[in-house]
T-cell receptor, first 113, second 113 residues
Framework: EAGVTQFPSHSVIEKGQTVTLRCDPI?????LYWYRRVMGKEIKFLLH????????ESGMPNNRFLAERTGGTYSTLKVQPAELEDSGVYFC???????????FGPGTRLTVL | DQQVKQNSPSLSVQEGRISILNCDYT??????FLWYKKYPAEGPTFLIS?????DKNEDGRFTVFLNKSAKHLSLHIVPSQPGDSAVYFC????????????FGGGTRLMVKP
């Protein structure tokens, strides 16, 4: 069974540009989460989807971040326009149920210059 | 305001000895605690968890202890092996906050042969 996959693995963009990160959860997992880790700090929650609905987006830092999960399968996280402080590693995780273990993807390392 | 703290950024242990990783939390609403292990360029991998109704959970070489009155948990690895060298993250969730995980900053464990 394939794990959580994320694309790209690494993205380098300039301040002001737009970047879209993609996450493919484990097949059949209704719950999908986005987290990020900036500069060696703790991993922080961004948002939680149940199927295509946003269950909790309390961790989204500002309106430059837009997450979607059309059809309840893969999810995208768009940053527009990107700022220097957005640099970090963005992790996606999925779980079959709300209280089940979360399986993490390898992350996308975003560098904003 | 960090609700989950891992005060030791690194720990070095001799192979065969016990590794003890510590974690403190401040939010009394947390009722489920997890340990994740992370290798470079990979996402966090679930290791072991404990519910707040228990004070100990064991899985092979890994044991997690929870002291609710002290708001403290620890992960014991015995015997430690070189392959255990990784960054270990403590995480917590609260029943009233869905399955959002709040992570500590991580402890880098180095097991020397």
């Amino acid at each position: 069974e394939a794990g959580v996959t994320q694309f790209p693995s690494h993205s380098v963009i300039e301040k002001g540009q737009t970047v879209t990160l993609r996450c493919d959860p484990i097949s059949g997992h209704d719950n999908l989460y986005w987290y990020r880790r900036v500069m060696g700090k703790e991993i922080k929650f961004l948002l939680h989807f149940v199927k295509e609905s946003k269950q909790d987006e309390s961790g989204m830092p500002n309106n430059r971040f837009l997450a979607e999960r059309t059809g309840g399968t893969y999810s995208t996280l768009k940053v527009q326009p990107a700022e220097l402080e957005d640099s970090g590693v963005y992790f996606c995780a999925s779980s079959p149920g709300a209280w089940a273990e979360q399986f993490f993807g390898p992350g996308t390392r975003l560098t904003v210059l | 305001d960090q609700q989950v703290k891992q005060n030791s950024p690194s720990l070095s242990v001799q192979e065969g000895r016990i590794s003890i990783l510590n974690c403190d939390y401040t939010n009394s609403m947390f009722d489920y605690f997890l340990w994740y292990k992370k290798y470079p360029a990979e996402g966090p991998t679930f290791l072991i968890s404990i519910s707040s109704i228990k004070d100990k959970n064991e899985d092979g070489r890994f044991t997690v202890f929870l002291n609710k009155s002290a708001k403290h948990l620890s992960l014991h690895i015995v015997p430690s092996q070189p392959g255990d060298s990784a960054v270990y993250f403590c995480a917590a969730s609260a029943n009233n906050a869905g399955n959002m995980l709040t992570f500590g900053g991580g402890t880098r464990l180095m097991v020397k042969p």
